[in-house]
């Protein structure tokens, strides 16, 4: 048996707890409910306007819209994640009963974030459909190495597009697309728990394995829709309006889950290859945060000189 069978089989019990916890914890929920038809229209002839949008009297900016374009996409590429995740984990007993949840979760989201742009027509459909195919159809997504990095991976960016979720949806300026965004942004928030809670479990089996892997990730991360086509223009958008940038990823994603819940710089029972590993992150980290507090330095010098 590999170490990586051994592993999960040595998690399965966890695996068991944890979903059912999870089960306990998630709220049955229809995407019809949040999608607001009776502001539906036939889309008119020619080139989609901005104007077009009805938004409850709201208006957004280019970075909500592309923030709003970038959460759907990344939705949208589900059947990559569902063979990456289930390939990693494994299909069978509690893993492959928990992979299939996660799955069946995950397809609500971008139901009733499409169902909410499209009757608001708060994006171009057209433009929005054909960047849908070329991003399922060149299947870009991160691939972790190994169980560990996974187990990584998957806690840190499902905050990551809880945040990303919850702060968009709070900038429309729409109640019900904010009622949307934070129906979406609580599923992604059970998912995180789950695989937070199984990577700390890791760390007990592996903590040699479990140290490599968070500084591979928190060395390499990228969000899942990387792969969108002009995801760079999108992703300066977004940060620029605060929604996701490296600031927010440092203060809000790697401190409270890597410091603060799986305590790596307090973590004993690491041999010399672990400690190498710890102490080349704390390095890591160390600059993250130089770069954080810089943003939001820069950020609250621009706040200023614009209030004026």
């Avoid at 970038?70 to 995740?85: A, G, I, Q, S």
């Avoid at 560990?148 to 968009?168: F, G, K, N, P, W």
């Amino acid at each position: 048996m590999t170490a990586e069978a051994t592993l999960l089989r040595e998690l399965d019990s966890e695996v068991e707890r944890l979903l059912e916890r999870h089960l306990e914890r998630a709220k049955e929920w229809f995407p019809h409910e949040y999608v607001p038809y009776e502001r539906g229209r036939e889309h008119t002839e020619g080139d989609w306007q901005q104007d077009d949008a009805d938004l409850g009297g709201a208006q957004i900016d280019d970075a909500v819209r592309s923030s709003l374009i970038v959460n759907l996409l990344t939705e949208d590429n589900l059947p990559y994640y569902f063979r990456t995740v289930e390939g990693t984990l494994g299909k069978d007993g509690p893993w492959g009963e928990w992979v299939r949840r996660w799955t069946a979760e995950e397809g609500r989201h971008s139901m009733a974030i499409y169902g909410y742009l499209m009757t608001t027509r708060a994006v171009d459909p057209v433009a929005l459909e054909r960047d849908r195919m070329a991003q399922v159809t060149s299947g870009k997504i991160p691939e972790p190495p190994s169980v560990c990095d996974a187990l990584v991976y998957l806690s840190l960016q499902e905050l990551a597009t809880r945040i990303a979720h919850r702060t968009t949806g709070a900038m429309i300026g729409d109640p019900v697309g904010h009622e949307v965004m934070s129906r979406v942004a609580a599923d992604e928030n059970l998912h995180h728990l789950f695989y937070r809670d199984l990577a700390a479990a890791a760390f007990k089996v592996a903590p040699d394995q479990m140290m490599a892997a968070v500084l591979r990730q928190v060395s390499g991360f990228e969000m899942p829709g990387f792969g969108i086509r002009d995801f760079a223009t999108h992703a300066r958008r977004i940060a620029s309006a605060g929604i996701y940038d490296l600031a927010v990823h440092h203060k809000q994603i790697l401190v409270p889950v890597v410091l603060h819940q799986w305590a790596v710089d307090k973590m004993s029972g690491l041999s010399d290859v672990g400690n190498k590993a710890r102490e080349a992150l704390m390095v890591r980290l160390d600059k993250s945060a130089r770069v954080a507090d810089r943003l939001l330095e820069r950020r609250c010098h621009t706040a200023i000189a614009t209030s004026y």
